[in-house]
């Protein structure tokens, strides 16, 4: 043994070190073996990495003799450099091993080129998994092409001296999956700049990453292909860096985007409609709900409490929907609210201060700041589209968002367009007569200073100097549609704002553009367009619905504001161009921001703090980073700028959680993201909503508590069966339970599912804390009313999934049964209606009682071929019980258009979606073969007799099954599929008769056909 170890040590090259005098800063063992692919750079990578060495003062030894893999051998390197290595260079499983065992304890591991793709996956997937976090390169680009790799983390000692768009040749990897999230991104490459070739990534192509994995560290990159590389100072800067790092002479974190060393902590999922929300200083979480109620969690005791509740008005998308906390908070108490007054004399929005005083919300203390117009049913129907965010900049000025006040829905002539209504009467359709005002302050972002006597000063720097003639001195910009999240950065002053866009996906026409929505970061006061302008300064044009005359488009640089209803200035200031811009289709420009509905949210910038002490701050890799997330798409991007302000990247962050409509976030001063959630459904009261943290814990992970309860509420005394069922700990560590009943701080049981019977009426929150074995905790609430029983509210009619065609009058009938209050006061049950719009629904004015007629054209017009619904959302607040409080239930009910297409199925099996300019809104259902199947819910037949389709064929095969709650439940119709003669030619099958079914249910298309490939379907109607 000694003779062999001995052998080994002879067949080391030496390369010494000039600091020969000095012990070396690390020893690394340079490897070279390819029994693959031999690269030719690898001698000249050889004699950069002996140059390095004696430049910066470690020691390494170079070899291509597998048998140093050994325990002993191994044990005396900090780093193992893995040059251009091929094929299976291990020779024997003790061997990799031995490979394994040194990565365990803690050693270094730093990759270089062909290394990522030794192609030995199936004999050693250990390797990829390690290397690349389980990706592996397919091909790469056709030779050595120049292109540009963009680095984003600047802090890493790999990168933190590279410029941010580093243009070189390479023969640049392409990788079966991204392996971000699995591996700490360093430098991606941009496959504009080059051709990927076949196997191309698209906007987000790492091409050097580092992780730490198994307990060592992990740094590797895919360039290094040629040899001129070994020489470019760049390059050999970029690789010594992570050797360094590597091998632990040099610290870096390597966890930003490495998606496990996160955790999304639940803080409070029993909210309500959240809006918006901010942080104090000693950690409590402030948030608010549309209904009216200021909500405190406080990190204590792991519990929400209500401080107060406002009176407000909620119809459309009014209600309690902004507030901030005062800068100085911790010593005043203060909070601004963005309210719609209930009791108002006239129709405003105000932002209001309100003082907290010991955990309380003091009403008395109002000091009214600004009313803003907000139009509300009493005067035209509810318009929307209010905006509410309030935030604070560095210097102390308070911003508020407003949004511009005009219906998006009213009228067919505009839907999807910038509604610039100039007729007399229709002034409530012109959004010129506010966003585009110069004298309006609504579709703004407002600037004022607050005073301590609770009134306002102009500050210095807005758009208008005070006294300006037909303007607001308030507007800090203005020419938004509804910039309903956006964020002033602490650092630079800079606001992040973010602006939504008219729901339209078609092309542009002579009118104006598709419905493009829009990410602006305004560092001075402008004009960012609408309703002339919108996306990428595309502009809009004049209509005349009368006489269907479109005018010439404006121009987004020398713009003005014609309107006869416009009580500012003509001539306004130049169209600001926004730093993102996208529709409903895959953006050129910004493809990182996917597809789909578009709601987009400024987002927070990050701010490190190298001095917090908090072990959860998010890393230096953040630093200077805006956080731009998406309320349909549900997704959070990070966005980075370069050194001339200019968005250099936009990256996934955090794609394995799940964001449920996110609807707010902020940085806490602990440096956790914390976010609040709408929940899945447009309308609110969703079970599903939430207020949650997320900690960069990196290995340090806390149990999830999750907690259920057999009632909720209920007359005393009040019997409940409690569960911790679902409660986990991500490293798998064992857990220990304690439940906490009412409340009081004292856990009164170490059970996993206890019981617990309420004997006096009052309202509880029982808590479950659970412990891991490393003593991290996890908590869970779970809100009992014992006295009380919630109302169950039901909408008799019309039946969930209705058929019906727009402008139908639909009687509605809601029942409502209370043990508590008995015979039912209908004049407070409420039915509000919507159009419901893809993924999101229009709200309207609440409709006071139990029964009554909806007109479904009310709601106006819209796009042809829209994905509608028309949907009644019903609620019942009762009148609490002796000692308990109120509850609230709620129903829904979804009535579909009897013409619907294929497209907007809610599940399917074995179909695409084809884009076809002869398809009805330009798509259809294809790839249909025999089994497969698309499905709608919820939808119901009854008064249906009969179904038809569109559709093309060239053979004539087959049939369409119409089936009940599974592809192979109740068979309701069966239609033969005709030949069409063509696949873009379309025809309307005859109608069969539909079998009576009554109730709501799944609808499923099913598809039978004795071959593959046979049609296509466009769309289905019922009559």
Same mark, same amino acid.
């Given at each position: 043994?000694?003779?062999?170890?001995?052998?080994?040590?002879?067949?080391?090259?030496?390369?010494?070190?000039?600091?020969?005098?000095?012990?070396?800063?690390?020893?690394?063992?340079?490897?070279?073996?390819?029994?693959?692919?031999?690269?030719?750079?690898?001698?000249?990578?050889?004699?950069?990495?002996?140059?390095?060495?004696?430049?910066?003062?470690?020691?390494?030894?170079?070899?291509?003799?597998?048998?140093?893999?050994?325990?002993?051998?191994?044990?005396?390197?900090?780093?193992?450099?893995?040059?251009?290595?091929?094929?299976?260079?291990?020779?024997?499983?003790?061997?990799?091993?031995?490979?394994?065992?040194?990565?365990?304890?803690?050693?270094?591991?730093?990759?270089?080129?062909?290394?990522?793709?030794?192609?030995?996956?199936?004999?050693?997937?250990?390797?990829?998994?390690?290397?690349?976090?389980?990706?592996?390169?397919?091909?790469?680009?056709?030779?050595?092409?120049?292109?540009?790799?963009?680095?984003?983390?600047?802090?890493?000692?790999?990168?933190?001296?590279?410029?941010?768009?580093?243009?070189?040749? +390479?023969?640049?990897?392409?990788?079966?999956?991204?392996?971000?999230?699995?591996?700490?991104?360093?430098?991606?490459?941009?496959?504009?700049?080059?051709?990927?070739?076949?196997?191309?990534?698209?906007?987000?192509?790492?091409?050097?990453?580092?992780?730490?994995?198994?307990?060592?560290?992990?740094?590797?990159?895919?360039?290094?292909?040629?040899?001129?590389?070994?020489?470019?100072?760049?390059?050999?800067?970029?690789?010594?860096?992570?050797?360094?790092?590597?091998?632990?002479?040099?610290?870096?974190?390597?966890?930003?985007?490495?998606?496990?060393?996160? +955790?999304?902590?639940? *803080?409070?999922?029993?909210?309500?409609?959240?809006?918006?929300?901010?942080?104090?200083?000693?950690?409590?979480?402030?948030?608010?709900?549309?209904?009216?109620?200021?909500?405190?969690?406080?990190?204590?005791?792991?519990?929400?409490?209500?401080?107060?509740?406002?009176?407000?008005?909620?119809?459309?998308?009014?209600? *309690?929907?902004?507030?901030?906390?005062?800068?100085?908070?911790?010593?005043?108490?203060?909070?601004?609210?963005?309210?719609?007054?209930?009791?108002?004399?006239?129709?405003?929005?105000?932002?209001?201060?309100?003082?907290?005083?010991?955990?309380?919300?003091?009403?008395?203390?109002?000091?009214?700041?600004?009313?803003?117009?907000?139009?509300?049913?009493?005067?035209?129907?509810?318009?929307?589209?209010?905006?509410?965010?309030?935030?604070?900049?560095?210097?102390?000025?308070?911003?508020?968002?407003?949004?511009?006040?005009?219906?998006?829905?009213?009228?067919?002539?505009?839907?999807?367009?910038?509604?610039?209504?100039?007729?007399?009467?229709?002034?409530?359709?012109?959004?010129?007569?506010?966003?585009?005002?110069?004298?309006?302050?609504?579709?703004?972002?407002?600037?004022?200073?607050?005073?301590?006597?609770?009134?306002?000063?102009?500050?210095?720097?807005?758009?208008?100097?005070?006294?300006?003639?037909?303007?607001?001195?308030?507007?800090?910009?203005?020419?938004?549609?509804?910039?309903?999240?956006?964020?002033?950065?602490?650092?630079?002053?800079?606001?992040?704002?973010?602006?939504?866009?008219?729901?339209?996906?078609?092309?542009?026409?002579?009118?104006?553009?598709?419905?493009?929505?829009?990410?602006?970061?305004?560092?001075?006061?402008?004009?960012?367009?609408?309703?002339?302008?919108?996306?990428?300064?595309?502009?809009?044009?004049?209509?005349?619905?009368?006489?269907?005359?479109?005018?010439?488009?404006?121009?987004?640089?020398?713009?003005?504001?014609?309107?006869?209803?416009?009580?500012?200035?003509?001539?306004?200031?130049?169209?600001?161009?926004?730093?993102?811009?996208?529709?409903?289709?895959?953006?050129?420009?910004?493809?990182?921001?996917?597809?789909?509905?578009?709601?987009?949210?400024?987002?927070?910038?990050?701010?490190?703090? @190298?001095?917090?002490?908090?072990?959860?701050?998010?890393?230096?890799?953040?630093?200077?980073?805006?956080?731009?997330?998406?309320?349909?798409?549900?997704?959070?991007?990070?966005?980075?700028?370069?050194?001339?302000?200019?968005?250099?990247?936009?990256?996934?962050?955090?794609?394995?959680?799940?964001?449920?409509?996110?609807?707010?976030?902020?940085?806490?001063?602990?440096?956790?993201?914390?976010?609040?959630?709408?929940?899945?459904?447009?309308?609110?009261?969703?079970?599903?909503?939430?207020?949650?943290?997320?900690?960069?814990?990196?290995?340090?992970?806390?149990?999830?508590?999750?907690?259920?309860?057999?009632?909720?509420?209920?007359?005393?005394?009040? @019997?409940?069966?409690?569960?911790?069922?679902?409660?986990?700990?991500?490293?798998?560590?064992?857990?220990?339970?304690?439940?906490?009943?009412?409340?009081?701080?004292?856990?009164?049981?170490?059970?996993?599912?206890?019981?617990?019977?309420?004997?006096?009426?009052?309202?509880?929150?029982?808590?479950?804390?659970?412990?891991?074995?490393?003593?991290?905790?996890?908590?869970?609430?779970?809100?009992?009313?014992?006295?009380?029983?919630?109302?169950?509210?039901?909408?008799?009619?019309?039946?969930?999934?209705?058929?019906?065609?727009?402008?139908?009058?639909?009687?509605?009938?809601?029942?409502?049964?209370?043990? +508590?209050?008995?015979?039912?006061?209908?004049?407070?049950?409420?039915?509000?209606?919507?159009?419901?719009?893809?993924?999101?629904?229009?709200?309207?004015?609440?409709?006071?009682?139990?029964?009554?007629?909806?007109?479904?054209?009310?709601?106006?017009?819209?796009?042809?071929?829209?994905?509608?619904?028309?949907?009644?959302?019903?609620?019942?607040?009762?009148?609490?019980?002796?000692?308990?409080?109120?509850?609230?239930?709620?129903?829904?009910?979804?009535?579909?258009?009897?013409?619907?297409?294929?497209?907007?199925?809610?599940?399917?099996?074995?179909?695409?979606?084809?884009?076809?300019?002869?398809?009805?809104?330009?798509?259809?259902?294809?790839?249909?073969?025999?089994?497969?199947?698309?499905?709608?819910?919820?939808?119901?037949?009854?008064?249906?007799?009969?179904?038809?389709?569109?559709?093309?064929?060239?053979?004539?095969?087959?049939?369409?099954?119409?089936?009940?709650?599974?592809?192979?439940?109740?068979? *309701?119709?069966?239609?033969?599929?005709?030949?069409?003669?063509?696949?873009?030619?379309?025809?309307?099958?005859?109608?069969?008769?539909?079998?009576?079914?009554?109730?709501?249910?799944?609808?499923?298309?099913?598809?039978?056909?004795?071959?593959?490939?046979?049609?296509?379907?466009?769309?289905?109607?019922?009559?």
């Amino acid at each position: 043994m000694v003779t062999l170890l001995a052998a080994v040590l002879l067949a080391l090259t030496a390369l010494p070190s000039s600091a020969a005098e000095k012990a070396p800063a690390f020893k690394a063992l340079l490897f070279t073996k390819a029994v693959g692919y031999v690269h030719g750079s690898i001698p000249a990578g050889i004699e950069m990495v002996k140059e390095e060495a004696e430049e910066n003062g470690f020691e390494v030894d170079q070899t291509d003799d597998s048998t140093v893999f050994n325990d002993a051998a191994l044990a005396e390197y900090d780093v193992i450099i893995m040059l251009q290595n091929s094929g299976m260079v291990w020779d024997t499983d003790e061997q990799r091993a031995a490979m394994q065992t040194y990565v365990q304890n803690g050693g270094g591991v730093a990759a270089i080129h062909n290394t990522l793709d030794m192609g030995i996956e199936n004999e050693f997937p250990w390797w990829d998994e390690l290397i690349n976090g389980g990706a592996h390169m397919p091909s790469h680009s056709p030779g050595v092409l120049q292109g540009t790799a963009k680095v984003a983390d600047k802090t890493h000692p790999s990168t933190k001296g590279l410029p941010e768009r580093w243009e070189r040749p +390479e023969e640049w990897y392409n990788f079966d999956v991204n392996p971000r999230g699995d591996v700490h991104v360093l430098v991606t490459a941009d496959e504009s700049t080059y051709n990927p070739g076949g196997d191309a990534m698209g906007a987000d192509h790492p091409i050097s990453w580092c992780r730490n994995a198994e307990g060592g560290k992990v740094w590797a990159t895919a360039m290094g292909h040629d040899t001129p590389a070994y020489s470019e100072a760049e390059f050999r800067d970029h690789v010594i860096g992570g050797v360094k790092w590597a091998a632990g002479a040099e610290a870096g974190d390597c966890g930003g985007t490495v998606w496990n060393g996160y +955790e999304k902590v639940t *803080l409070d999922d029993d909210t309500a409609d959240p809006m918006e929300l901010d942080v104090a200083k000693d950690g409590r979480v402030y948030y608010v709900q549309r209904a009216g109620e200021v909500q405190v969690f406080d990190p204590e005791t792991h519990q929400t409490t209500t401080a107060g509740k406002l009176d407000v008005y909620t119809g459309g998308e009014d209600g *309690l929907v902004g507030m901030e906390l005062d800068p100085n908070f911790a010593k005043n108490g203060w909070i601004y609210l963005y309210y719609a007054p209930a009791g108002s004399a006239e129709d405003v929005n105000r932002l209001s201060r309100f003082t907290l005083k010991d955990g309380k919300l003091d009403t008395a203390s109002e000091k009214k700041l600004l009313d803003v117009p907000a139009y509300r049913d009493r005067t035209f129907p509810e318009p929307g589209h209010t905006g509410g965010a309030v935030e604070f900049g560095p210097d102390g000025t308070l911003y508020l968002g407003t949004g511009d006040d005009v219906p998006p829905n009213l009228s067919p002539d505009w839907q999807g367009y910038s509604p610039i209504d100039w007729r007399e009467g229709e002034e409530m359709l012109d959004a010129a007569r506010t966003a585009g005002n110069t004298n309006d302050l609504r579709g703004k972002i407002l600037r004022i200073k607050p005073t301590k006597g609770g009134t306002y000063t102009i500050p210095k720097g807005n758009m208008f100097a005070q006294g300006t003639d037909k303007t607001r001195p308030e507007i800090y910009a203005m020419g938004f549609r509804n910039p309903f999240r956006f964020t002033v950065d602490q650092e630079t002053g800079y606001v992040h704002a973010a602006d939504y866009g008219p729901d339209r996906g078609l092309p542009t026409t002579d009118r104006g553009p598709e419905g493009m929505v829009e990410y602006n970061v305004i560092k001075k006061p402008g004009n960012f367009g609408w309703p002339f302008c919108h996306g990428d300064n595309q502009p809009y044009a004049p209509y005349n619905p009368d006489t269907g005359e479109i005018g010439a488009k404006f121009d987004c640089d020398n713009l003005t504001n014609p309107s006869p209803n416009n009580t500012g200035l003509t001539e306004l200031p130049p169209v600001q161009k926004p730093d993102i811009w996208y529709g409903y289709g895959p953006s050129e420009a910004f493809p990182e921001m996917g597809e789909g509905g578009s709601g987009p949210m400024g987002g927070p910038v990050y701010n490190y703090d @190298a001095d917090n002490p908090s072990e959860t701050k998010f890393p230096e890799y953040f630093d200077g980073v805006s956080f731009l997330y998406e309320w349909t798409r549900n997704y959070v991007k990070e966005v980075r700028f370069d050194a001339n302000e200019e968005v250099l990247k936009i990256n996934d962050f955090l794609s394995s959680a799940k964001f449920n409509k996110p609807m707010d976030m902020t940085f806490g001063p602990d440096g956790s993201l914390y976010v609040l959630e709408w929940g899945s459904a447009f309308g609110g009261g969703n079970s599903d909503s939430g207020l949650y943290r997320i900690d960069y814990s990196q290995g340090k992970r806390s149990p999830v508590a999750k907690a259920t309860a057999s009632a909720t509420n209920g007359p005393v005394p009040l @019997a409940v069966d409690f569960s911790s069922e679902g409660s986990s700990d991500a490293d798998g560590d064992a857990l220990s339970f304690e439940w906490d009943f009412d409340g009081d701080g004292t856990f009164d049981s170490t059970d996993a599912d206890p019981s617990h019977t309420y004997d006096t009426a009052g309202d509880f929150t029982a808590q479950l804390k659970v412990t891991d074995s490393t003593g991290k905790t996890g908590y869970a609430n779970v809100p009992i009313t014992a006295g009380n029983t919630a109302p169950k509210v039901t909408i008799e009619t019309p039946v969930d999934g209705k058929l019906i065609e727009f402008g139908d009058q639909v009687p509605y009938k809601v029942t409502v049964t209370d043990p +508590e209050d008995g015979e039912i006061d209908c004049s407070k049950v409420f039915v509000n209606p919507a159009l419901g719009h893809d993924d999101h629904e229009h709200s309207t004015s609440d409709l006071p009682g139990c029964e009554g007629t909806v007109d479904t054209g009310d709601l106006g017009g819209h796009p042809e071929g829209a994905d509608l619904t028309y949907v009644l959302n019903a609620r019942y607040q009762d009148g609490g019980g002796d000692g308990a409080g109120s509850l609230t239930g709620y129903a829904k009910s979804v009535l579909q258009p009897k013409h619907k297409q294929a497209e907007y199925y809610d599940d399917q099996s074995g179909t695409r979606i084809v884009s076809q300019a002869g398809a009805e809104n330009g798509k259809r259902i294809g790839d249909v073969s025999d089994g497969d199947w698309v499905a709608f819910e919820p939808m119901s037949v009854e008064g249906m007799s009969q179904v038809s389709y569109k559709l093309s064929s060239p053979y004539g095969v087959g049939a369409i099954e119409l089936r009940a709650d599974s592809p192979d439940g109740q068979l *309701l119709a069966t239609t033969p599929v005709p030949n069409t003669g063509d696949w873009d030619t379309y025809q309307a099958t005859e109608a069969v008769p539909v079998e009576a079914l009554a109730g709501s249910h799944k609808l499923y298309l099913k598809f039978t056909s004795p071959q593959n490939n046979s049609f296509d379907v466009d769309s289905v109607t019922f009559g």
